[in-house]
């Protein structure tokens, strides 16, 4: 698929199968990640894979996270936050690891080369003919969820990319006219 074409036509896979992505596609993700626009190269991002039983840890951590909120939380909900992770053989945590007293970088833009990185990931991905989905849900902003992942203080969880075999085939794409979205000055 030529670049151009990959562009205009990624599309999110919320349908995704077994097996994860291998290791040969993995490092093309993250080298797409590590070519993020990166201000005073501060390089603000981690990244924390799951598979196999670390998908279960991520769910056990989810419902720590229900839990916590609501100690009265019924057993279903709270097994429905177990499973989420389930949706797919991988999950990629995107972490912004923000640096908050530099000068010239202030935190959302270390947050924003973090989220190029996840798109970056989203373009690989689909390069490489793997279904991806950028999920947050309530979970990426959630102390305990980036307590238990090792987040400090000041970092972001800016995506659960998750990653796997095309599960179904891609939606439609909307159509979209750039003239509606552009102001130009001349
Ligand atoms: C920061 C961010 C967080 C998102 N979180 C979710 C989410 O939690 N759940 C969800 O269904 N879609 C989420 N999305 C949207 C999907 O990833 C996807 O972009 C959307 O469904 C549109 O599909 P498309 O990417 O094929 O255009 C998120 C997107 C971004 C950029």
Same mark, same amino acid.
């Given at each position: 698929m030529d670049?151009?074409?990959l562009l205009h036509e990624r599309s999110s896979m919320g349908k995704l199968c077994s097996p994860a992505p291998d290791a040969d596609q993995l490092d093309a993700i993250y080298r /797409? *990640?590590?070519r993020a626009p990166d201000h005073k190269e501060l390089t603000p991002w981690r990244f924390i894979e799951f598979s196999g039983e670390?998908?279960?840890r991520l769910g056990e951590l989810f419902a720590e996270a229900e839990f916590h909120n609501n100690p009265h939380i019924d057993d279903a909900a709270l097994n429905a936050a177990r499973k989420k992770?389930?949706?797919a053989p991988m999950i990629i945590a995107v972490v912004a690891k923000i640096t908050p007293d530099q000068p010239k970088v202030p935190p959302l833009e270390?947050?924003?080369s973090?989220?190029? /990185? *996840?798109?970056?990931m989203l373009l690989a991905a689909?390069?490489?003919?793997?279904?991806?989905?950028?999920r947050t849900g309530h979970y990426a902003f959630d102390p305990t969820v980036k307590k238990g992942l090792g987040?400090?203080?000041?970092?972001?969880?800016?995506?659960?990319?998750?990653l796997g075999q095309m599960g179904g085939r891609h939606k439609p794409l909307p159509e979209r006219d750039p003239a509606d979205f552009v102001e130009r000055w001349n």
């Open positions: 670049a151009m074409t /797409a *990640a590590l670390g998908l279960n992770p389930l949706r270390q947050s924003l973090a989220g190029c /990185a *996840a798109h970056g689909q390069a490489l003919g793997l279904g991806a989905m950028w987040l400090g203080e000041h970092d972001e969880l800016v995506a659960f990319l998750y």
